[in-house]
């Protein structure tokens, strides 16, 4: 990779961050009430899965981790932190698994990712609150994790191809 093309990718992987820190905000500001403590739609994860099928595994957890912790510190708290984090950690290894099978397209990765996102949640508070019953919760919690994931796994899609698009075009006319 020439030091052209690493600018390129360092100033892309820049934006979409910035891009998952304002999707983070946004979704903080939307009232979204399913009758479960900690269910939302999931409006950064959109960012992840492009991440994850422009870059790579390791671009996306970059991405995923600077987020969680920059939003926890700035909005949030050590739980919010705790639960992104396990919900982030085992939604990418699951989603990496799904891409890297060639079996799922970035719809149904993104599906496993929010399965997957409400399962390390579950996990966390479940040793949080030192009670196996809070595993009662996720049954709607996947319910929600797979409409919010066809739903996310759309919105990828599209900015994906522009972004790909994107990329492309800076390739060519050199920067």
Do not use: D
């Amino acid at each position: 990779m020439t030091s052209e093309q690493k600018t390129r990718k360092i100033a892309f992987m820049g934006l979409l961050t910035a891009a998952a820190l304002i999707l983070s905000y946004v979704e903080s500001l939307i009232p979204f009430f399913g009758g479960i403590p900690g269910m939302k739609l999931g409006l950064p994860n959109a960012t992840i899965v492009c991440v994850l099928f422009l870059f790579g595994w390791k671009e996306a957890l970059l991405v995923n981790l600077v987020r969680i912790f920059a939003v926890g510190f700035l909005f949030g708290n050590a739980f919010s932190i705790a639960f992104s984090t396990a919900g982030a950690l085992l939604s990418l290894l699951a989603m990496a698994w799904a891409k890297r099978s060639g079996q799922f397209g970035m719809v149904g990765v993104s599906v496993i990712g929010g399965l997957t996102h409400n399962a390390g949640q579950i996990l966390v508070a479940m040793a949080v609150v030192e009670n196996v019953r809070v595993a009662y919760y996720f049954f709607p919690l996947a319910i929600s994790g797979v409409i919010t994931g066809l739903v996310i796994g759309v919105i990828s899609g599209e900015i994906g191809k522009r972004l790909k698009a994107a990329l492309e075009a800076s390739g060519k006319r050199g920067g």
